[in-house]
């Protein structure tokens, strides 16, 4: 059974898949996310617990996604 | 949030915004694994405060290992899943409102409110008033009927009401619609 949903937000492949790696052996159900307007997208679709989130990312950075995912969201997830 | 260059003004701008913690890059697993187990206990125990402060802080349940109890239980939870008028007598102190509180978290309305109103604390004259609401000039006040909308209303003391009252409850009972003072149209119970 699964211990949690986590979004795992980072713009490097290699960061995301170990990420995953290590969670999903933590038998957490993960789903990821490269920059900001996928991550919205799989907020809105798999509303996890618990977002991981890359600061620096290229497009839109992290605090910037925090602060309009705060400002939108009612959500019991943590970030 | 993780960063591979982490500085004081973006660790706390990030905290600032609600961020439960800071991980820097280049991440290790014991401290990711210990921060993300720390994060989700953190929101669990969030919502678990929220829901406890939605149903009034108080978690009833009618205690007891003997048949009696159980099949008091039993009988609880078996009313809990039909949305009926039910009418809990016994002798004071024996547990009423444990009961009425137990039925509303086993009924579907257990997210909504449980409303407890005693009536034997509430002077005739403004009775039908806290029950029904009131409407004058076009300002409305919400009786206990609303505030408990579609969730469960726990009347203590019914025997104490009045005759008028005790009608008008009646009617509420068998519409499943009521009035407020002074009001034009009838809303659902």
Known sequence: MSTGTILVVDDEPDIRQIVQEILEDEDYEITTAENAATARTAYNTHRPDLVLLDIWMPDTDGITLLRSGRATTHCRCRW | ?189
């Open chain 2, 1 to 189: 949030m993780m960063s591979g260059h982490g500085t004081v003004e973006t660790a706390v701008e990030a905290i600032r915004l609600g961020a439960y913690d800071f991980i820097e890059k280049p991440l290790t697993t014991a401290k990711l694994l210990v921060t993300i187990e720390r994060a989700l206990q953190n929101a669990r125990l969030q919502q678990e405060n929220l829901s406890l402060k939605r149903h009034g802080g108080v978690v009833s349940v009618p205690v007891g290992k003997g048949k009696v109890m159980k099949q008091l239980r039993a009988t609880i939870e078996r009313i809990a899943a039909h949305d009926a008028w039910v009418l809990i007598t016994g002798e004071p102190g024996s547990g009423k409102e444990v009961a009425a509180r137990y039925l509303h978290s086993k009924s579907a309305r257990r997210d909504r409110s449980f409303v407890d109103m005693n009536l034997a604390a509430v002077p005739a004259q403004n009775m039908a008033t806290q029950l029904f609401g009131t409407e004058q000039g076009g300002e409305t006040t919400a009786g206990v009927f609303e505030q408990a909308g579609g969730g469960t209303l726990f009347l203590d003391q019914i025997g104490d009401l009045d005759l008028a009252t005790q009608s008008r409850l009646l009617n509420v009972l068998e519409e499943k619609r009521f009035m407020r003072v002074g009001g034009k149209f009838a809303g659902n119970a």
